[in-house]
């Protein structure tokens, strides 16, 4: 099956370079071809079914499964060729990336791991989590997890058209990475979500943490913080993934929809 090979791989509107990104991709995910061009594949992501083109290069054709993985849990992972901080540097990863562990025990600082393309490298502990502990048993537990990952992007991940990682994300690229970090599905861009099939409409006294704003003809989307907060991608008043208030007039007469997932 093919995935993809670089920590970040843009998906474009079309096969050329220096066509708009419609989405991205991360390391290690699954995509279907469906044309193969030039130099170019049309291709659909598994996990959302949405299209694009990526130069041939992007893509490997390997069978890389993971029962027990281990997730970056850093806005920036770093990946070094050693188990020390001197030795040369194979990738910075994004959050959420899974790799393999190959030595739980190596030191008490770090982690020897093997990622989707099948290299070899040396993680700090401090950077990964376990997959298992993002599952829960419980809503509440859930809610305050999605929380917890969401405030990690606060001031310090950048607006960007089509991203949907932590070196950079749009506003339905961000909630939609927030869910799946949880293996919880969500449509890619606010439009889709805020009509799909994963969630219900609720009203604005319901409001509870993780819930769902779209705002102006679904134009835009955040995450409830709590019931009175919210963050989200957005440019106003920066660029940055930040913080607002649910009922600053400002985004209050452009709310059209208050929304929870349907657990």
Not at 70 to 90: D, F, G, H, K, W
Not at 142 to 163: D, H, M, Q, T
Request: proline fraction near 6%; charge should be negative; aromatic fraction near 12%.
């Amino acid at each position: 099956m093919p995935i993809f090979k670089d920590p970040i791989v843009k998906l474009l509107q079309a096969p050329k370079v220096g066509a708009e990104t419609v989405t991205e991709g991360k390391m290690g995910e699954e995509v279907e071809i469906v044309n193969d061009l030039e130099t170019f594949y049309e291709v659909r992501t598994l996990w959302d079914n949405y299209p694009g083109f990526v130069p041939k290069e992007k893509l490997l054709n390997l069978d890389w499964q993971v029962k027990d993985p281990l997730i970056t849990a850093s806005l920036s992972t770093c990946v070094y060729e050693e188990a020390r901080v001197q030795a040369p540097m194979l990738f910075i990863l994004p959050l959420g990336i899974k790799v393999k562990p190959l030595s739980e025990n190596l030191n008490e600082r770090w982690i020897k791991v093997e990622l989707p393309s099948r290299t070899i490298g040396f993680i700090q502990k401090g950077d990964l989590v376990s997959a298992s502990k993002l599952s829960f048993d419980s809503i509440p537990k859930l809610r305050a997890s999605l929380i917890a990952w969401a405030i990690k992007f606060e001031n310090a991940v950048p607006y960007i058209w089509g991203g949907g990682s932590s070196f950079g994300t749009d506003c339905s690229g961000f909630v939609q990475h927030l869910y799946r970090l949880h293996n919880l599905p969500l449509e890619r861009d606010a439009s889709q979500q805020g009509l799909g099939r994963f969630l219900s409409t609720i009203k604005r006294d319901e409001v509870l943490p993780g819930d769902l704003l779209f705002f102006t003809n679904f134009g835009h989307v955040g995450m409830a913080l709590s019931h009175f907060a919210f963050i989200h991608a957005t440019t106003e008043p920066r660029p940055v993934v930040q913080v607002s208030q649910i009922d600053d007039p400002n985004w209050l007469e452009k709310t059209i929809q208050y929304s929870r997932y349907k657990f």
